[in-house]
């Protein structure tokens, strides 16, 4: 599963502009930093020309589906859950703005160029009416809405390993559910370990590292043991990304599936195709 290429490699020049994104983000921001738990570069200084820099990204035009079609690139620690769910949607023909020789978002703080998603999610509706589901589409709508600024920096997810769209539910989760969008990752324990199984159990990443902080202090010999094997895991699958995982990726994501995939701390477009 891949972001689809350009079919024409050797592009004009004139045909990459700058596009403005997301707000203006903290300094040396990581990509996809945020993800609770796991592990982010200390802040670095930056200049002002580089932070009216970061507010601007590359626009590469493609041939999807018979139709030139933008797709947005990253800049040196970009955004990166704010381009993935927006080339998803520039994919999908949901958001415009982008035009040759033209820009996305207002000069301030790149503004608008969040409110292509947050259209999406106003322009959706609850498929029953009753007034229960009314209250909590609702509900989720303006949990959304909260979210939608930390798109620009980075989103808190939460990997179980039981299931490539297993994540612990936060409110950064409601984004890719009301706007439809599939979210998916790899880091999947091998089934046929039993003792990683047992060790890992149903736990998501934050759980599971407190066990282990717990286990090895543990005076049961056994506790400790089990705490050594899901430390071990970690280690070993230090990528974020097992060979079970893809194979489950592989049957799961379906023919032609444009969705997110996180994995190493950053989140990507990604469609399945032959």
Request: proline share 9%; charged share 20%.
């Amino acid at each position: 599963p891949h972001l689809p290429t350009d079919e024409r490699p050797k592009e004009d020049a004139r045909e990459k502009q700058p596009v403005e994104g997301g707000g203006s983000p903290p300094a040396a921001p990581v990509p996809g930093a945020g993800a609770v738990g796991l592990p982010a570069e200390p802040p670095q200084a930056r200049s002002p020309s580089r932070e009216a820099e970061a507010d601007f990204y590359c626009v590469k035009w493609i041939t999807w589906k018979g139709e030139r079609t933008p797709v947005i690139t990253q800049s040196e620690n970009g955004p990166c859950p704010l381009l993935a769910i927006m080339n998803i949607l520039l994919l999908q023909w949901k958001a415009s703005g982008v035009r040759r020789g033209g820009r996305l978002g207002g000069p301030a703080g790149g503004a608008r160029a969040r409110a292509p998603p947050g259209d999406c999610i106003l322009s959706t509706q609850p498929q029953e009416r009753s007034e229960g589901l009314q209250l909590n589409f609702q509900q989720n709508i303006n949990d959304t809405m909260t979210v939608l600024p930390k798109l620009s920096t980075g989103l808190d997810v939460n990997v179980r390993f039981t299931g490539v769209s297993d994540f612990e539910y936060t409110p950064e989760c409601i984004v890719f559910d009301l706007l439809n969008v599939p979210l998916y990752h790899g880091w999947l324990v091998d089934p046929q370990s039993p003792e990683v199984v047992r060790a890992v159990g149903k736990l998501s990443y934050n759980q599971l590292v407190e066990k282990i902080i717990t286990c090895k202090q543990a005076s049961d010999s056994s506790l400790v043991s089990e705490g050594l094997v899901a430390e071990q895991f970690l280690e070993s699958t230090a990528s974020q990304l097992t060979y079970h995982g893809l194979c489950e990726l592989t049957a799961a994501v379906r023919e032609g599936e444009l969705s997110v995939f996180f994995r190493n701390n950053h989140f990507s477009t990604m469609i399945k195709h032959k």
